[in-house]
């Protein structure tokens, strides 16, 4: 695989924590309770920094409250009642309408996502996007998969192609193939379920329901310019005053795509 000069950014992130001197002198686990509630915490980091490489989206950093004073553009960005909604519809000033809209999830999400853009976005505005709306509906059969494989040149696609969906997604996959060994006879090999058009299936717990996406897992790049550090004080006025300990996670990143050419996104998925 050929590509250009690949440019990052890394952004920084933390994740901070405290425990109280109370809760470490008095617990089950005794002294090392200290060291599980470390184990946690990173193991944490490690899942939210999948959704992120997934699921990120910069563009969450431009919500703002809604405002009846205001007018809104299609395409605008606002909080209502803790959730965020993309305007697809001009809005002139007034109460807030919710047919004006699509809801894109919770202001929660959109102050955790907004750090980076993820695969799944990059994915939909550099990559093959492959709407299968069309196609039963967006129902689970198999030229789905084939539709999106012919998406990708040729010269991508030499064995290294790999499937990426939810497990939810990867589930309604083999409940279609079941249904139609039952419905039309024969008998479905564990191989046909696990490698649509023969190409394997990766389960990707954070991926949404909604898409699935075909590309060389290699291809998909994490760049760190430190390693994570782990940081962590019993000192001054406040740790003393709250009588706490507290700590901080550090690490940055930036996700990449090598090479956009060779990639899929299968959108219009019927719900499941």
Same mark, same amino acid.
């Given at each position: 695989?050929?590509h250009g000069?690949?440019e990052?950014?890394?952004?920084p992130?933390?994740l901070p &924590?405290e @425990?109280?001197e109370?809760?470490?002198?008095?617990?089950?686990? !005794?002294?090392?309770?200290e060291?599980i509630?470390?184990?946690?915490m990173?193991r944490?980091?490690?899942?939210?920094?999948?959704?992120?490489?997934?699921?990120?989206?910069?563009r969450y950093?431009?919500?703002? =409250?809604?405002?009846?004073s205001?007018?809104?553009a299609i395409?605008?960005l606002?909080a209502y009642?803790?959730?965020?909604y993309q305007y697809?519809?001009?809005h002139?000033? /007034?109460?807030f309408?919710? !047919?004006?809209a699509?809801?894109?999830g919770?202001?929660?999400?959109a102050d955790?996502?907004?750090v980076?853009?993820? &695969?799944v976005?990059?994915f939909k505005?550099?990559?093959?996007v492959?709407?299968v709306? !069309?196609?039963?509906? /967006?129902?689970?059969?198999?030229?789905?998969?084939?539709?999106g494989l012919r998406?990708v040149?040729?010269?991508?696609?030499n064995?290294t192609?790999? &499937?990426?969906?939810s497990p939810h997604?990867?589930?309604?996959w083999e409940?279609?193939i079941?249904?139609?060994?039952?419905t039309?006879?024969g008998? @479905?090999?564990d191989?046909?379920? =696990?490698?649509?058009?023969? *190409?394997p *299936?990766i389960?990707?717990?954070a991926l949404?329901?909604d898409? @699935?996406?075909l590309?060389?897992?290699k291809n998909?790049?994490?760049?760190n310019?430190? /390693?994570v550090v782990i940081?962590k004080t019993? =000192?001054?006025?406040e740790? @003393?005053y709250q009588?706490?300990?507290?700590?901080?996670?550090h690490f940055?990143?930036?996700?990449?795509?090598e090479?956009?050419?060779?990639t899929?996104?299968?959108t !219009?998925?019927?719900?499941i």
């Amino acid at each position: 695989m050929k590509h250009g000069k690949l440019e990052y950014a890394c952004t920084p992130v933390r994740l901070p &924590w405290e @425990i109280t001197e109370e809760t470490l002198r008095e617990n089950i686990e !005794g002294s090392n309770y200290e060291t599980i509630v470390t184990n946690l915490m990173t193991r944490q980091i490690g899942c939210d920094r999948e959704d992120l490489c997934l699921n990120g989206d910069e563009r969450y950093a431009k919500v703002k =409250e809604f405002s009846s004073s205001e007018t809104y553009a299609i395409g605008d960005l606002v909080a209502y009642n803790k959730k965020v909604y993309q305007y697809t519809a001009a809005h002139t000033a /007034g109460a807030f309408d919710a !047919g004006e809209a699509t809801e894109l999830g919770t202001v929660d999400d959109a102050d955790f996502l907004k750090v980076n853009d993820g &695969w799944v976005k990059q994915f939909k505005e550099g990559g093959h996007v492959v709407d299968v709306s !069309g196609i039963n509906s /967006g129902a689970m059969v198999l030229d789905v998969f084939y539709k999106g494989l012919r998406a990708v040149p040729d010269k991508f696609n030499n064995g290294t192609l790999r &499937w990426l969906m939810s497990p939810h997604r990867r589930q309604e996959w083999e409940r279609y193939i079941l249904n139609q060994a039952v419905t039309a006879g024969g008998i @479905i090999t564990d191989k046909r379920v =696990e490698n649509p058009a023969s *190409v394997p *299936v990766i389960e990707v717990p954070a991926l949404p329901d909604d898409v @699935i996406m075909l590309t060389d897992p290699k291809n998909l790049v994490v760049v760190n310019s430190y /390693g994570v550090v782990i940081r962590k004080t019993t =000192e001054g006025p406040e740790a @003393i005053y709250q009588d706490k300990r507290f700590y901080v996670v550090h690490f940055d990143f930036d996700t990449l795509v090598e090479e956009l050419d060779a990639t899929a996104i299968v959108t !219009g998925l019927a719900s499941i």
